[in-house]
């Protein structure tokens, strides 16, 4: 399999670029007059998950949402600093956000698939990024399908209404709708928060296995998860990074007192 | 995960962004053509504005503006025309009267059965039944008016016109009472329940809640849906221009026929006047007129449902 | 010392429960009344009408002769006054309701366009009688025909589709545009191939009761000019025409000189009341159908 990097459009970049995907500096953002993160260093490595934890309100869903600029859709939002992808600024005057979001999916804390067939929902990033042959459309819908799991489940039934899914299947079905535009960088809010343990195992595995192919930045909100699928861990507080480091470390010696306190359950 | 069919999505998507600047021209456009749509009620209300205005500046330069408003009467056939408002505006004020003496009564105590009263089921059978009500087009009220309710009055009243005041008020009361029955529903079934089971609990009954807790609070939607009826009570068209004639007399008598601003208007559109004549421009007066007092009535109803939208 | 004395609260309690009981059938005879004038006035007009609904009625031509009178022309005019109606106020009214809801910044130009057009869905529809007779008629000199009815008419049934439109866009949860901005999509992208159709239930029930209500209508076309003479049946937009409602009001005004013409007038409402009873049936339908999907 050729590596993914090779169609990436920005490979012309430094050396030492190369195997950081996301590179935070300075990142401040504010809603209106609260400021939700504050002076944020991060930097994201290739091939890897890495989760971002913290309590409730310390801004690890903003971070996720300003890393493919969703969080403007929040009319009063103002960042400063910068975000390199790939070594450029996303937030630079000439960055087109589709273009960034092409190449970084996101997968949503609750599954927002559309309320249209199967096929359709795997169908609808390619479609509206041009490609319209419907040979093509259905080996993509295939190879997506069967990416996140879930081709077995569902071949029977391609034209069949999304809505009539479990929530783990749906869930699924929108990392298959994000594997469909083959994005470098996959964002995940939570996948399984609102998922029974079956179903959140399942998602658990298909990120042991995307992992191979993306990288992935994971919010959290439960411990044990980020434990067991990442690779590198950042632990957020009030809106700033309070520790970032390889999730082994982390959980078996973490340097911070607050991280301590918050992974052994003794936060708040 | 070897795929010998690599199908490369991405690289596909890369090819087809350089050929569909098409898209971004779209995307740009939109808004703009968006925008200019919805200029367009503006531009009808500009155009209204401007059609009243301009005829009727015309028509106050054959007629003096105090003879219009004050003139008791209404002749705009023949040598001696005369262009006097007042009997159009007692024909418009007391249909409307009439009209709104049977829709608050009924409309209001229509929307307490329904908020405080009907269970789901009652509810669910009723409110159709009004929205039927509210459906049936004017003129089907117009015809209801002149063949079977003014009839039937005749039978009670001898002296009744063929062509009277009374009957036309009265349907067209009928016609709003869905109106007011469902704003007036809406802003009692919008009090919060936790104050009418403030006051059960103290061991009143759903009168007395009623009328001392769910009214009082829901009042400002309540009079704004009254205001409404009456803005559309001196709209209303078809019903009084075939039930209640075309006198132009001035007179108070609700047996006789009378003339409603509406009423004149159809009546001389209906006539083919010469464009230019006075009778002609007074049609926009009578239009500015009627637009005038509907939008001032209008505006009212909004200003009381937004300044006294009480957050509960 | 007790404040409340219990029997007297006991006396007084059967009088308040008895005026409980009285209000409360009180206030049911008045909302039943609506429910008697419509049943008298459905009886009213199917007897004096039902009788006169034949075949020849719905094909015949326009006659000076009652029983040889029929309403094609009216109901070929209601169809051709529906086509010029429909396309224009979905245009407008969806378009409008998109700018509003999508793209306009919550500001000035936006509550000052909102504003207007709850204003205009309380102008009463004579006027835009007025507005339709000095713009459409005689302005741009089109004569009364289909096309300036129909302009007329959609202008006036406007605030409704927009309204409706806008509710329906708003009741598009955020999470579906999300997952489409997430995908890379562009605003409109999103707006056409997710909100949209989303929305379209909701919007069509709104257009369709407009559009009953505009076949209902007939103050401004009554403004307009509709001639009461005999004319050809109308052939397409640029011709002049009749509509049902107006059929009706001739009808009913002429019926003290030609008895039968109240007959002829109550089996037009009979057919014109089956017209919108099917449009209103369609509506529920589609209401039901897409009724709570999220």
């Known amino acids: 399999m050729t590596t993914l990097t090779d169609s990436v459009e920005v490979t012309d970049s430094t050396k030492e670029d190369k195997n950081i995907v996301y590179d935070t500096k300075n990142l401040n953002l504010w809603y209106g007059d609260d400021q939700a993160l504050r002076d944020i260093n991060l930097q994201i490595t290739e091939n890897e998950v890495t989760a971002i934890i913290g309590p409730s309100g310390c801004g690890k869903s903003t971070y996720l949402k300003t890393l493919n600029r969703m969080v403007e859709l929040v009319p009063v939002v103002r960042t400063s600093g910068e975000i390199l992808y790939r070594g450029k600024n996303i937030f630079d005057k000439t960055y087109q956000v589709e273009t960034l979001r092409t190449n970084v999916g996101m997968v949503f804390q609750k599954p927002n698939p559309f309320p249209k067939s199967i096929y359709d929902n795997i ?8 490609i319209k042959n419907k040979k093509i459309l259905d080996e993509i819908v295939e190879k997506s399908l069967r990416g996140a799991a879930i081709w077995d489940e569902v071949k029977d039934r391609l034209k069949d209404n999304a809505y009539g899914m479990s929530g783990g299947q749906q869930q699924r079905l929108c990392i298959a709708r994000c594997l469909a535009i083959e ?61 970032f480091s390889d999730t082994d470390k982390m959980f078996s010696n973490p340097k911070n007192k607050q991280t301590e306190d918050y992974i052994t359950g003794r936060f708040g | 995960m070897t795929d010998e069919r690599d199908l490369r999505v991405r690289d596909m998507i890369q090819a087809n962004k350089r050929t569909v600047t098409f898209n971004s021209i779209i995307e740009k456009c939109i808004p703009t053509i968006l925008f200019i749509i919805a200029i367009i009620s503006i531009l009808t209300t500009i155009g209204i504005l401007f059609t009243l205005i301009r005829e009727t ?23 001696a025309a005369e262009f006097g408002i007042l009997p159009l505006l007692t024909g418009t004020f007391i249909s409307s009267a009439i009209a709104m003496l049977v829709a608050i009564p009924i409309g209001l105590m229509s929307a307490v059965f329904l908020s405080e009263y009907a269970s789901d089921k009652v509810r669910r059978i009723l409110k159709p039944i009004l929205e039927v009500l509210a459906g049936i087009p004017t003129i089907v009220y117009g015809f209801f008016a002149f063949t079977f309710v003014t009839p039937l009055l005749n039978r009670f009243i001898p002296m009744l016109e063929p062509t009277n005041i009374l009957s ?12 007011i029955a469902s704003l007036s529903e809406d802003a009692m079934s919008s009090v ?19 009328w001392r807790v769910v009214i009082p609070a829901a009042m400002s939607g309540i009079i704004s849906s009254f205001v409404l009826g009456i ?17 132009k007399n001035f007179t108070f008598d609700v047996t006789q026929s009378m003339q409603t601003m509406t009423a004149y208007i159809v009546e001389v559109t209906g006539g083919d006047a010469p464009a230019g004549s006075t009778l002609y421009y007074s049609l926009y007066a009578v239009a500015f007129t009627l637009f005038v007092f509907t939008l001032i009535m209008n505006l009212i109803a909004q200003y009381i449902s937004k300044k006294f939208r009480e957050g509960y | 010392m007790k404040y409340v004395d219990a029997n007297l609260v006991a006396k007084k309690m059967n ?37 006169w609904i034949n ?40 378009g409008t309701a998109i700018y509003l809801e999508e793209y306009a910044k919550k500001g000035r130009m936006h509550s000052f366009i909102q504003t207007n057009i709850s204003n205009l869905a309380g102008v009463p529809s004579i006027v835009f009688g007025i507005l339709g007779l000095t713009v459409f008629v005689r302005g741009l000199g089109f004569g009364n025909i289909v096309l300036a009815g129909g302009l007329t008419m959609s202008l006036l049934v406007l605030p409704i589709v927009v309204v409706a439109s806008q509710e329906a866009l708003r009741a598009v949860p955020q999470f579906l545009r999300e997952a489409s901005y997430g995908m890379g999509a562009t605003k409109w992208q999103t707006i056409k191939n997710v909100v949209l159709p989303a929305a379209i239930p909701g919007i069509l029930t709104g257009l369709i009761l407009a559009l009953s209500r505009a076949v209902g209508e007939t103050a401004p076309l009554v403004v307009i000019g509709i001639p009461a003479l005999l004319i050809p049946f109308p052939n397409g937009i640029f011709d002049k025409f009749t509509v049902l409602p107006m059929q009706i009001y001739y009808w009913t005004i002429d019926a003290s000189i030609v008895e039968e013409y109240a007959n002829l007038a109550a089996a037009t409402i009979v057919v014109l009341l089956v017209v919108l009873l099917i449009m209103n049936s369609i509506a529920v339908m589609i209401r039901n159908k897409y009724q709570k999907r999220y």
């Open chain 1, 123 to 130: 169908a609808y990033g390619p479609r509206i990024h041009g």
């Open chain 1, 183 to 243: 994005p470098d960088v996959i964002l995940m809010d939570e996948p399984t928060s609102a998922l029974d343990p079956i179903s959140t195992l399942k998602v658990e595995d298909l990120i042991q296995e995307l992992k191979k192919s993306y990288s992935i930045i994971i919010v959290t909100h439960n411990m044990q998860q980020a434990a067991r699928i990442s690779d590198k861990t950042a632990f957020f507080l009030s809106g700033e990074v309070i520790e």
């Open chain 2, 57 to 79: 500046i015309y028509f106050f330069r054959d007629v003096p503006f105090l003879d219009f408003f004050t003139g008791t009467k209404l002749k705009p056939l023949g040598d």
């Open chain 2, 168 to 179: 036309p008020g009265l349907v067209m009361g009928v016609m709003i009472i869905p109106m």
């Open chain 2, 192 to 210: 919060p329940n936790a104050m009418r089971e403030g006051a059960l609990g103290l061991g009143s009954t759903k009168l007395e809640v009623t």
């Open chain 2, 231 to 247: 803005s559309r009570a001196i709209g209303e068209t078809m019903i009084v221009a075939i039930a209640s004639g075309s006198s």
């Open chain 3, 15 to 51: 009088g308040r429960l008895a005026a409980n009981h009285i209000s409360q059938i009180i206030f049911l005879l008045a909302t039943l009344i609506g429910l008697v004038v419509l049943v008298i006035l459905f009886y009213r007009v199917l007897m004096d009408g039902l009788g």
């Open chain 3, 55 to 94: 075949f020849d009625f719905l094909t015949n031509r326009l006659s000076t002769r009652p029983e040889r009178a029929g309403i094609m022309g009216a109901l070929l005019g209601t169809l051709w006054l529906m086509i010029v109606v429909a396309p224009v106020t979905m245009l407008l009214g969806i």
